[in-house]
């Protein structure tokens, strides 16, 4: 019902539910009583609510592909369709994407919408605003949403021992290795599988031109170099 109606806002050491109207009941605590003016709620009037994704304080890697998620209510009483929603990250990086949103969410429903994808590039803590954008939503007090995650940085690349022989003689290729990390040695320069961990390898007989790509890793993280 709009106008003018009371609130009341009380804390007690004690729960005791049946006391609500009996102040002198309460065991130690305070009763705050207020005046609130209930108005209509507008035509059009857009939030978001919360953060689903990424999830508050989660941790991932440095550059790892992340999704931006949100949930979306509509405060007010017509249907909202055709907006955007922002997402913008400030920490060691920064960064903002958004999505235009062609659906439709019904007065007082919500919904949950992806904004797109993200990856810091540098390791540390971020924090994420999601937002929308509404023609007509002139309530600001209820647009954004907030949230924040981690991510690990990413260890050095590796310096790489390269080896010249003749044809048919052994070579024998390594990592310039540093504490605490792992490697992983690839044939290709964009991931796969890879197939062997130690520092140093012998390539017997070796026949013609060989190249290899080698990752550092962080055992604590698992996160990997470039």
Known sequence: TTGLTGMRIRNSAVYYPY????????PDGEVEDYVVNIVPKPATDLGA???????????????AVTTVSATIFNFGSATASNFYVYATYSGPATGTIYTHYTGTINSLSSGTITIGTINPPLGGTYRLLVYTVLSGDTININDTAFSSFNMYGLPDRPTLKPDTVCPGHDAIIGIVSAPHLNYRWYT????G???????TMTLYSLS???LFYVTAVDPGTGCESI
Request: glycine share 2%; proline share 5%; aromatic share 22%.
């Open 19 to 26: 006391y609500f109207y009996n102040c002198s009941n309460l």
């Open 188 to 191: 290709a320069p964009n991931g």
């Open 193 to 199: 599988s890879y197939f062997y961990t130690d520092t």
């Open 49 to 63: 609510t919360i953060v689903t994704a990424p999830s508050y304080n989660s941790y991932a890697c440095a550059d």
């Open 208 to 210: 013609a031109d060989t």
